[in-house]
């Protein structure tokens, strides 16, 4: 079934630990994203690549960091994880840059 | 600054009509999106308006006003599955999504 997958689901991290969130789309799409969604605020844009190869930095990209080796995965990874990176991170993915994106099921990151 | 205004929370009836309103100041436009998220789920894809007007599908439209940088959301013939955020996203000059806390609609039998 064609879509996005994220892994872990959720996960409670120590502080100070580095944690990469993995994203695989099968759809082919260009252009990936992700979003951190905090209670009562608006889903916020961290990094995106526009397509393979290629990454650029979104509203909040401090403390995280993506690669796009390849068109169908976009890692996020977190080099020392702090309590304010508590959150849900969502990754998404679209045709093109101006096309719908879609979004995959989640990751609920818990940092102690 | 870029700006998304929605209200933040709504009630309705089940059976009756709704409209979400949305007023956005963006870097540039290129089209606005609404997006449906259920709690604890992801957002998922409703409409999509770039030229001035209605667009209607099924149960749902969504309106556009590229001179008043106002959309709303109509949802009709209400269901208790329809209890769920609704996001309002413009598109901007960088063609970067631009996302709004999302109104919280209630949905009472």
């Known amino acids: 079934i064609a879509g996005i997958t994220q892994a872990p689901t959720s996960q409670i991290l120590a502080a100070g630990r580095r944690m990469t969130l993995r994203c695989t789309q099968d759809?082919?799409?260009?252009?990936m994203y992700w979003y951190r969604q905090d209670l009562g605020l608006g889903l916020r844009l961290i990094h995106y690549s526009n397509t393979a190869g290629t990454t650029g930095k979104g509203e909040v990209p401090d403390g995280y960091s993506v690669s796009r080796a390849n068109t169908d995965d976009f890692p996020l990874t977190l080099a020392s994880a702090v309590p304010s990176q508590t959150s849900v991170y969502f990754c998404?993915?679209?045709?093109?840059?101006?096309?719908?994106?879609?979004f995959g099921p989640g990751t609920r990151l818990l940092v102690l | 600054g870029q700006n998304i205004d929605q209200p933040t929370e709504m009630t309705a009836t089940e059976g009756a009509i709704v409209q979400i309103n949305c007023t956005y100041q963006?870097?540039?436009?290129?089209?606005l999106f609404w997006y449906q998220q259920h709690a604890g789920e992801a957002p998922t894809f409703l409409s999509y308006?770039?030229l001035d007007g209605l667009e209607e599908k099924g149960r749902f439209s969504s309106f556009l006003s590229r001179s008043k940088g106002y959309s709303y959301l109509l949802l009709k013939e209400l269901q208790m599955k329809d209890s769920a955020s609704y996001l309002c996203a413009p598109l901007d000059s960088n063609y970067q999504l631009i996302w709004g806390a999302g109104t919280k609609l209630i949905i009472k039998p």
């Open positions: 308006n770039v």
């Open positions: 963006t870097s540039g436009f290129n089209g």
């Open positions: 759809m082919r799409h260009n252009a």
């Open positions: 998404a993915s679209s045709e093109t840059a101006e096309e719908t994106q879609y």
